[in-house]
Structure formats: structure tokens, C-alpha cells
């Protein structure tokens, strides 16, 4: 007859601390560095180079100064 042979089990994972489970979430965690702007998006600068557009009193040209503009400014906050 045939002897069985037991297989070998894998070892066990080490146990981490909670001490070293903070240390790995702080390290995925990226923050905004100082001095880094926000990127505004194209449809909050096309709403506000239109508000621009509107208090020229709607006059064709200058569309591209108002974009500009609009960029800049809702780059500052």
C-alpha cells in the first residue's frame, strides 16, 4: 500500500501592527503641495468668459482676452 503524504501547509503571513498599517496609508495619501494651483475645468472658465463677455455688453471680439482672463482668475483662488 501507498504511505499518504501530507503536504506541507504555506507559512503564515506576518501580522501587521496598526502602527505599520498607518505608515502605508499615510504613504498613498498625496496632498496638495504649497504654492500648487488649482486646474480649473473648461465649462467653470466658459462660465465665467461669458460673464466677462456679458459685462462688455456682449460685443463680438475680445472672446479670447475674456477666456484668458477668466482662466486667470479662477486660477488665483
Known amino acids: 500500500m501507498a504511505e499518504k503524504v501530507k ?3 504555506a507559512p ?3 501580522r501587521t501592527s ?6 502605508t496609508v499615510a504613504k498613498k ?3 496638495v503641495k ?8 473648461h465649462e467653470e472658465i466658459a462660465r465665467l468668459a461669458y460673464r466677462h ?3 462688455r455688453g456682449g460685443k463680438n471680439g ?6 484668458l482672463r477668466a482662466e486667470r ?3 488665483k483662488t
Open 7 to 9: 503536504k506541507a501547509k
Open 12 to 14: 503564515a503571513k506576518p
Open 18 to 23: 496598526a502602527a505599520s498599517a498607518i505608515k
Open 29 to 31: 495619501v498625496t496632498a
Open 34 to 41: 504649497p504654492g500648487m494651483a488649482k486646474r480649473p475645468s
Open 53 to 55: 463677455w456679458i459685462e
Open 62 to 67: 475680445g472672446s479670447e482676452e475674456d477666456w
Open 73 to 75: 482668475e479662477l486660477k
